[in-house]
């Protein structure tokens, strides 16, 4: 279990994060930064932070006003990674694990977290999908539509459903998001984008 050091004055931000690394089964130091494998900070505690002594995976978390500041990019120097404040637990789960992978910092691969389908091989620990000896690229949307699918095969979800799971219940698209990224990730399969069912009238399976 990797150890997350949580360093904000942000209250709101700071209690989001504890529930959700608790979630992702993190260990969580809200003090000692030393003994943490990864920290996750807000962008003013980062410029104040002496940079050159920081020996970890940095994760700095920025609101939407940041992202349209002058100067953000140089003040965001030796970070391995920025976060929006808006971001879903699965982002946050997949942001910490390449980081920890960037810095060599992040257990191997289990056979447990591979799925192997035909020729198509989905690792769910480097988020990776694989077909036909080809790795593809996925966006995180796609990565993620796909792992929901085929974690359930057979299993059909609503439009609403995977709008929720992948996007979150603060998302205010419309299902139309859905069914253009299934047609994205569809074009991306190849010769495998039949293993993704169109339901009519209800939504979407993994039917192998």
């Not at 953000?72 to 980081?99: F, P, Q, W």
Request: hydrophobic residues 40%; contains cysteine; neutral net charge.
């Amino acid at each position: 279990m990797k150890t997350v050091a949580v360093l904000t004055k942000n209250l709101a931000l700071k209690e989001k994060l504890l529930v959700d690394l608790s979630v992702l089964k993190y260990r969580v130091q809200t003090s000692d930064v030393e003994n943490s494998d990864i920290l996750i900070t807000d962008l003013d505690t980062f410029r104040a932070l002496s940079r050159d002594s920081l020996n970890k995976a940095v994760l700095v978390v920025l609101n939407e006003a940041h992202t349209s500041m002058d100067g953000t990019v140089s003040d965001l120097m030796g970070a391995d990674d920025i976060l929006l404040e808006s971001y879903n637990s699965s982002e946050l789960d997949l942001r910490l694990k390449m980081a920890l992978i960037k810095r060599g910092n992040y257990e191997q691969k289990s056979p447990e977290n591979v799925i192997k389908i035909d020729g198509m091989v989905i690792n769910f620990d480097s988020y990776e999908v694989i077909a036909d000896g080809k790795s593809l690229d996925l966006t995180f949307k796609e990565y993620e539509l796909l792992k929901c699918l085929v974690t359930r095969r057979g299993r059909v979800y609503t439009r609403d459903q995977l709008l929720n799971i992948v996007w979150g219940y603060d998302y205010y698209g419309g299902t139309r998001t859905v069914d253009v990224h299934i047609r994205r990730l569809r074009a991306k399969l190849g010769r495998y984008e039949s293993f993704i069912e169109t339901v009519r009238n209800v939504g979407y399976r993994f039917k192998r």
